[in-house]
Protein backbone atom coordinates (compact mmCIF):
# COMPACT_ATOMS: atom_id res chain seq x y z
CA UNK A 1 0.00 0.00 0.00
CA UNK A 2 1.35 3.45 -1.13
CA UNK A 3 2.49 5.70 1.93
CA UNK A 4 2.44 9.52 1.17
CA UNK A 5 6.07 10.98 1.02
CA UNK A 6 6.02 12.89 4.03
CA UNK A 7 4.75 10.45 6.26
CA UNK A 8 7.52 7.56 4.94
CA UNK A 9 10.01 10.34 5.51
CA UNK A 10 9.02 11.45 8.75
CA UNK A 11 8.81 7.36 10.13
CA UNK A 12 12.60 6.27 8.59
CA UNK A 13 14.05 10.07 10.35
CA UNK A 14 12.39 8.50 13.37
CA UNK A 15 12.94 4.72 12.75
CA UNK A 16 16.33 4.56 11.21
CA UNK A 17 18.05 8.09 11.01
CA UNK A 18 17.52 9.39 14.32
CA UNK A 19 19.21 6.16 16.50
CA UNK A 20 21.98 6.14 13.89
CA UNK A 21 22.87 9.87 14.65
CA UNK A 22 21.82 9.16 18.70
CA UNK A 23 24.79 7.13 18.80
CA UNK A 24 27.42 8.44 17.01
CA UNK A 25 26.63 12.22 17.26
CA UNK A 26 26.83 12.61 20.63
CA UNK A 27 25.35 15.64 22.10
CA UNK A 28 24.70 16.92 18.31
CA UNK A 29 22.40 19.47 17.84
CA UNK A 30 20.50 19.59 14.52
CA UNK A 31 17.18 19.88 12.26
CA UNK A 32 15.62 17.36 10.40
CA UNK A 33 12.83 17.75 8.59
CA UNK A 34 11.36 17.96 4.12
CA UNK A 35 11.35 21.81 2.76
CA UNK A 36 11.64 22.62 -0.45
CA UNK A 37 11.19 20.71 -3.53
CA UNK A 38 8.97 17.53 -3.61
CA UNK A 39 4.96 17.03 -4.70
CA UNK A 40 5.47 15.11 -1.19
CA UNK A 41 6.73 18.22 0.96
CA UNK A 42 3.06 20.17 -0.62
CA UNK A 43 1.08 16.79 -0.18
CA UNK A 44 0.12 16.06 -3.28
CA UNK A 45 2.15 13.10 -4.27
CA UNK A 46 1.05 9.58 -4.99
CA UNK A 47 2.02 6.04 -6.52
CA UNK A 48 3.31 8.12 -10.03
CA UNK A 49 5.01 10.34 -7.67
CA UNK A 50 7.45 7.23 -6.52
CA UNK A 51 9.75 7.02 -9.94
CA UNK A 52 11.27 9.98 -9.12
CA UNK A 53 13.21 12.27 -6.47
CA UNK A 54 10.85 10.43 -4.26
CA UNK A 55 11.45 7.97 -1.67
CA UNK A 56 12.44 6.98 2.34
CA UNK A 57 14.53 10.47 2.76
CA UNK A 58 15.81 13.30 5.14
CA UNK A 59 17.03 17.08 4.80
CA UNK A 60 19.62 17.40 8.02
CA UNK A 61 20.12 20.76 9.21
CA UNK A 62 23.15 21.43 11.15
CA UNK A 63 25.46 24.87 11.87
CA UNK A 64 27.00 25.95 9.10
CA UNK A 65 30.53 25.05 10.49
CA UNK A 66 29.23 21.48 11.14
CA UNK A 67 28.42 20.92 7.96
CA UNK A 68 32.21 20.91 6.63
CA UNK A 69 33.37 19.19 10.00
CA UNK A 70 30.72 16.11 10.14
CA UNK A 71 28.74 16.19 7.32
CA UNK A 72 31.08 13.91 5.57
CA UNK A 73 31.50 11.37 8.18
CA UNK A 74 27.60 11.45 9.07
CA UNK A 75 27.22 10.35 5.72
CA UNK A 76 29.56 7.37 5.65
CA UNK A 77 28.28 5.98 8.62
CA UNK A 78 24.86 6.50 7.51
CA UNK A 79 25.48 4.86 4.57
CA UNK A 80 26.81 1.54 6.68
CA UNK A 81 24.15 1.71 9.29
CA UNK A 82 21.18 2.89 7.94
CA UNK A 83 18.84 -0.56 6.55
CA UNK A 84 19.01 -1.45 2.86
CA UNK A 85 15.07 -0.93 2.89
CA UNK A 86 12.24 0.41 4.71
CA UNK A 87 8.39 -0.11 4.79
CA UNK A 88 9.45 -1.55 1.26
CA UNK A 89 11.01 1.19 -0.22
CA UNK A 90 14.58 0.83 -1.39
CA UNK A 91 17.00 3.35 0.67
CA UNK A 92 19.69 3.48 -1.62
CA UNK A 93 18.85 5.98 -4.59
CA UNK A 94 20.58 5.70 -8.34
CA UNK A 95 22.63 9.31 -7.34
CA UNK A 96 22.74 11.77 -4.43
CA UNK A 97 20.45 14.47 -4.39
CA UNK A 98 21.05 18.48 -6.13
CA UNK A 99 22.28 21.50 -3.13
CA UNK A 100 18.22 22.23 -3.88
CA UNK A 101 16.95 18.84 -3.94
CA UNK A 102 16.34 19.07 -7.45
CA UNK A 103 18.22 16.27 -9.32
CA UNK A 104 16.49 13.70 -10.91
CA UNK A 105 17.05 10.42 -9.04
CA UNK A 106 15.45 7.30 -8.31
CA UNK A 107 15.52 4.69 -5.47
CA UNK A 108 17.85 1.23 -6.53
CA UNK A 109 16.60 -2.17 -5.77
CA UNK A 110 17.17 -2.98 -2.28
CA UNK A 111 18.95 -5.95 -3.47
CA UNK A 112 21.79 -3.90 -4.99
CA UNK A 113 24.68 -5.08 -2.86
CA UNK A 114 27.39 -2.23 -1.36
CA UNK A 115 27.03 0.78 0.71
CA UNK A 116 23.26 2.10 0.98
CA UNK A 117 23.45 5.38 -1.31
CA UNK A 118 21.14 7.14 1.19
CA UNK A 119 19.33 10.69 0.72
CA UNK A 120 19.91 12.18 4.44
CA UNK A 121 21.38 15.57 2.71
CA UNK A 122 23.52 17.41 4.89
CA UNK A 123 22.81 21.17 4.57
CA UNK A 124 23.23 24.17 6.84
CA UNK A 125 19.89 26.12 6.65
CA UNK A 126 21.43 29.46 5.28
CA UNK A 127 23.22 27.33 2.13
CA UNK A 128 20.36 25.61 1.82
CA UNK A 129 18.03 28.71 1.47
CA UNK A 130 20.56 30.91 -0.62
CA UNK A 131 20.99 27.93 -3.44
CA UNK A 132 16.67 27.81 -3.43
CA UNK A 133 15.51 31.26 -3.09
CA UNK A 134 19.05 32.82 -3.28
CA UNK A 135 19.03 34.11 -0.51
CA UNK A 136 18.70 33.55 3.64
CA UNK A 137 16.76 34.73 6.20
CA UNK A 138 19.41 36.39 8.20
CA UNK A 139 17.73 39.80 7.37
CA UNK A 140 13.48 40.61 6.20
CA UNK A 141 13.26 40.20 2.54
CA UNK A 142 13.19 43.57 0.53
CA UNK A 143 10.27 44.68 -1.61
CA UNK A 144 12.15 43.21 -4.49
CA UNK A 145 13.32 39.96 -3.01
CA UNK A 146 9.60 39.55 -1.98
CA UNK A 147 8.17 39.59 -5.64
CA UNK A 148 11.54 37.88 -7.46
CA UNK A 149 10.50 34.64 -4.85
CA UNK A 150 8.38 32.46 -7.21
CA UNK A 151 4.89 31.49 -4.87
CA UNK A 152 5.37 27.97 -5.50
CA UNK A 153 8.99 28.01 -3.89
CA UNK A 154 7.37 30.08 -0.88
CA UNK A 155 4.31 27.05 -0.84
CA UNK A 156 7.05 24.58 -0.47
CA UNK A 157 9.04 26.47 2.54
CA UNK A 158 5.65 26.78 4.31
CA UNK A 159 4.20 23.20 3.74
CA UNK A 160 7.34 21.48 5.04
CA UNK A 161 8.00 19.79 8.17
CA UNK A 162 10.48 19.32 10.73
CA UNK A 163 10.46 16.19 12.20
CA UNK A 164 13.17 17.85 14.99
CA UNK A 165 14.27 21.05 15.81
CA UNK A 166 17.24 21.52 17.46
CA UNK A 167 18.34 24.84 15.70
CA UNK A 168 14.62 27.00 15.99
CA UNK A 169 14.58 26.85 12.22
CA UNK A 170 11.02 26.71 12.64
CA UNK A 171 11.05 30.13 13.74
CA UNK A 172 12.59 31.71 11.49
CA UNK A 173 10.49 29.63 9.00
CA UNK A 174 7.48 31.44 10.46
CA UNK A 175 8.82 34.94 9.29
CA UNK A 176 8.09 33.96 5.32
CA UNK A 177 4.59 32.00 6.28
CA UNK A 178 2.83 34.37 3.93
CA UNK A 179 3.27 38.28 2.48
CA UNK A 180 3.76 41.27 4.50
CA UNK A 181 0.90 43.52 4.35
CA UNK A 182 1.00 46.02 1.82
CA UNK A 183 2.81 43.24 -0.83
CA UNK A 184 0.31 41.21 -0.30
CA UNK A 185 -1.63 44.47 -1.39
CA UNK A 186 -0.03 45.27 -4.21
CA UNK A 187 -0.25 41.55 -5.57
CA UNK A 188 -3.97 41.78 -5.13
CA UNK A 189 -3.79 45.38 -6.80
CA UNK A 190 -1.69 43.69 -9.21
CA UNK A 191 -3.59 40.72 -10.30
CA UNK A 192 -7.03 42.53 -10.31
CA UNK A 193 -5.22 45.13 -12.82
CA UNK A 194 -4.14 41.93 -15.60
CA UNK A 195 -7.86 41.25 -15.06
CA UNK A 196 -9.03 44.56 -15.83
CA UNK A 197 -6.51 44.49 -18.87
CA UNK A 198 -8.23 41.58 -20.35
CA UNK A 199 -11.82 40.82 -19.68
CA UNK A 200 -12.83 42.68 -22.43
CA UNK A 201 -10.97 41.31 -24.78
CA UNK A 202 -12.70 37.80 -24.25
CA UNK A 203 -15.65 38.91 -26.12
CA UNK A 204 -14.07 41.75 -28.61
CA UNK A 205 -12.14 38.36 -30.18
CA UNK A 206 -14.86 36.44 -30.02
CA UNK A 207 -17.04 39.58 -31.69
CA UNK A 208 -14.69 39.34 -34.76
CA UNK A 209 -15.30 34.93 -35.12
CA UNK A 210 -11.76 34.47 -33.31
CA UNK A 211 -13.14 31.50 -30.83
CA UNK A 212 -9.86 30.33 -30.32
CA UNK A 213 -8.11 33.49 -29.19
CA UNK A 214 -11.54 34.22 -26.87
CA UNK A 215 -10.89 30.95 -25.54
CA UNK A 216 -7.52 31.61 -24.53
CA UNK A 217 -8.31 34.85 -23.30
CA UNK A 218 -10.67 33.24 -21.01
CA UNK A 219 -8.38 30.86 -20.16
CA UNK A 220 -6.03 33.44 -18.82
CA UNK A 221 -8.93 35.60 -16.94
CA UNK A 222 -10.17 31.89 -15.18
CA UNK A 223 -6.56 31.91 -13.87
CA UNK A 224 -6.09 35.38 -12.61
CA UNK A 225 -9.81 34.83 -10.68
CA UNK A 226 -7.77 31.90 -9.18
CA UNK A 227 -4.92 33.43 -8.23
CA UNK A 228 -7.30 36.22 -6.97
CA UNK A 229 -9.11 33.93 -4.36
CA UNK A 230 -5.12 32.33 -3.12
CA UNK A 231 -4.32 35.61 -2.69
CA UNK A 232 -7.87 36.51 -0.64
CA UNK A 233 -7.20 33.46 1.63
CA UNK A 234 -3.68 34.16 1.90
CA UNK A 235 -2.47 31.13 0.77
CA UNK A 236 0.55 30.82 -1.88
CA UNK A 237 -0.19 28.85 -5.05
CA UNK A 238 1.88 26.21 -6.25
CA UNK A 239 2.95 25.85 -9.59
CA UNK A 240 1.22 24.50 -12.62
CA UNK A 241 1.35 20.47 -11.89
CA UNK A 242 -0.75 21.26 -8.81
CA UNK A 243 -2.48 24.22 -8.94
CA UNK A 244 -5.75 23.35 -9.69
CA UNK A 245 -5.75 20.71 -7.15
CA UNK A 246 -4.38 23.30 -4.96
CA UNK A 247 -7.25 25.51 -5.78
CA UNK A 248 -9.88 22.76 -4.78
CA UNK A 249 -8.57 22.90 -1.12
CA UNK A 250 -9.76 26.54 -1.00
CA UNK A 251 -13.13 27.87 0.78
CA UNK A 252 -13.70 29.88 -2.28
CA UNK A 253 -12.74 26.87 -4.70
CA UNK A 254 -16.95 25.09 -3.92
CA UNK A 255 -18.81 28.51 -5.38
CA UNK A 256 -16.41 29.42 -8.27
CA UNK A 257 -15.11 25.85 -10.06
CA UNK A 258 -18.50 25.43 -11.68
CA UNK A 259 -18.34 28.63 -13.69
CA UNK A 260 -14.79 28.68 -14.23
CA UNK A 261 -15.22 24.94 -15.48
CA UNK A 262 -18.37 25.77 -17.37
CA UNK A 263 -16.04 29.12 -18.93
CA UNK A 264 -13.33 26.78 -20.19
CA UNK A 265 -15.66 24.06 -22.07
CA UNK A 266 -17.80 27.04 -23.59
CA UNK A 267 -17.86 26.93 -27.28
CA UNK A 268 -19.31 30.76 -28.03
CA UNK A 269 -17.92 34.17 -26.34
CA UNK A 270 -20.81 35.12 -25.23
CA UNK A 271 -21.23 31.56 -23.27
CA UNK A 272 -18.00 31.99 -21.61
CA UNK A 273 -19.21 35.90 -20.75
CA UNK A 274 -22.38 34.48 -18.81
CA UNK A 275 -20.16 31.88 -16.99
CA UNK A 276 -17.26 34.52 -16.06
CA UNK A 277 -19.86 37.52 -15.18
CA UNK A 278 -21.37 34.62 -12.42
CA UNK A 279 -17.95 34.17 -11.59
CA UNK A 280 -16.55 37.78 -11.33
CA UNK A 281 -19.28 38.97 -8.96
CA UNK A 282 -18.52 36.04 -6.51
CA UNK A 283 -14.82 37.22 -6.73
CA UNK A 284 -16.02 41.19 -6.07
CA UNK A 285 -18.03 40.21 -2.96
CA UNK A 286 -15.50 38.17 -1.72
CA UNK A 287 -12.72 41.29 -2.09
CA UNK A 288 -15.13 43.48 -0.26
CA UNK A 289 -15.71 40.90 2.41
CA UNK A 290 -12.25 41.31 3.26
CA UNK A 291 -12.84 44.87 3.88
CA UNK A 292 -9.93 46.13 2.69
CA UNK A 293 -11.67 49.18 0.48
CA UNK A 294 -14.58 50.50 0.48
CA UNK A 295 -17.32 48.21 -1.25
CA UNK A 296 -17.06 47.63 -5.03
CA UNK A 297 -19.56 47.04 -7.52
CA UNK A 298 -20.21 43.27 -7.40
CA UNK A 299 -22.53 43.11 -10.33
CA UNK A 300 -20.86 42.97 -14.10
CA UNK A 301 -21.41 46.34 -16.37
CA UNK A 302 -20.98 46.85 -20.20
CA UNK A 303 -17.24 48.25 -20.75
CA UNK A 304 -17.60 52.01 -21.98
CA UNK A 305 -20.70 51.30 -23.46
CA UNK A 306 -19.46 48.61 -25.69
CA UNK A 307 -21.07 45.14 -25.55
CA UNK A 308 -18.81 43.54 -23.45
CA UNK A 309 -19.25 42.66 -19.78
CA UNK A 310 -16.75 43.36 -17.22
CA UNK A 311 -16.13 43.55 -12.85
CA UNK A 312 -14.04 46.44 -12.68
CA UNK A 313 -13.38 49.78 -14.78
CA UNK A 314 -10.08 50.22 -12.97
CA UNK A 315 -11.46 50.70 -9.55
CA UNK A 316 -10.39 47.00 -8.09
CA UNK A 317 -6.69 47.60 -8.67
CA UNK A 318 -6.90 51.68 -7.83
CA UNK A 319 -8.93 51.25 -4.64
CA UNK A 320 -6.13 48.71 -3.38
CA UNK A 321 -2.94 50.74 -4.28
CA UNK A 322 -4.87 53.21 -2.09
CA UNK A 323 -4.39 51.35 0.74
CA UNK A 324 -0.64 50.63 0.87
CA UNK A 325 1.43 52.46 3.32
CA UNK A 326 4.59 51.38 3.13
CA UNK A 327 6.84 54.02 1.43
CA UNK A 328 8.70 51.93 -0.32
CA UNK A 329 5.49 49.52 -2.04
CA UNK A 330 4.16 52.93 -2.71
CA UNK A 331 6.66 53.57 -4.72
CA UNK A 332 6.22 50.38 -7.02
CA UNK A 333 2.30 51.69 -7.71
CA UNK A 334 3.65 54.88 -9.49
CA UNK A 335 4.10 53.00 -12.57
CA UNK A 336 2.73 49.75 -14.08
CA UNK A 337 1.90 46.80 -11.85
CA UNK A 338 4.32 44.27 -12.34
CA UNK A 339 3.10 41.87 -9.44
CA UNK A 340 5.47 39.00 -8.87
CA UNK A 341 7.61 36.76 -10.87
CA UNK A 342 4.77 34.33 -11.31
CA UNK A 343 2.70 37.00 -12.89
CA UNK A 344 6.08 38.44 -14.82
CA UNK A 345 6.73 35.19 -16.70
CA UNK A 346 5.33 32.10 -17.02
CA UNK A 347 8.85 30.26 -18.40
CA UNK A 348 10.37 27.55 -15.87
CA UNK A 349 13.70 28.59 -17.35
CA UNK A 350 13.19 32.24 -15.76
CA UNK A 351 11.46 31.26 -12.44
CA UNK A 352 14.18 28.19 -11.44
CA UNK A 353 16.64 30.23 -12.18
CA UNK A 354 18.58 32.53 -9.41
CA UNK A 355 20.14 34.60 -11.88
CA UNK A 356 16.83 35.52 -14.02
CA UNK A 357 15.08 35.99 -10.38
CA UNK A 358 18.21 38.25 -9.34
CA UNK A 359 18.10 40.47 -12.38
CA UNK A 360 13.90 40.53 -12.18
CA UNK A 361 14.64 42.74 -9.22
CA UNK A 362 16.36 45.39 -11.36
CA UNK A 363 12.78 46.59 -12.28
CA UNK A 364 11.50 47.04 -8.90
CA UNK A 365 14.96 48.88 -7.77
Not at 237 to 245: E, Q
Not at 311 to 335: M, N, Q, W, Y
Request: charged residues 25%.
Amino acid sequence: MFIKGMKLSESFFKDAVEPVLDEVGGQLRYSAGLIGPGSEVLGFDNEISSDHHWGPRVMLFLEPGEVEQLGGTLKTVLSHKLPRSYKGYPTSFTAPGGDSGNAVVQMLDYENKGLINHRVEIFSFDGFLKKYLGFSLKEPFTESQWLSLPQQHLRSLKAGRLFRDDLGLGERLAEIAYYPRDIWLYLLASTWCRIEQTEHLMGRAGHVGDEIGSSLIAASIVKDLMRLVFLMEREYYPYAKWFGTAFNQLKGAMLLKPHLESALASQSWQDRERCLVKAYGIVAEMHNRLGITEALPEASRSFHGRPYKVISLGEFSKAIKDKIEDPAVTRLCHGRLYGNIDLVSDSTDVVESLAARAALRHIYD
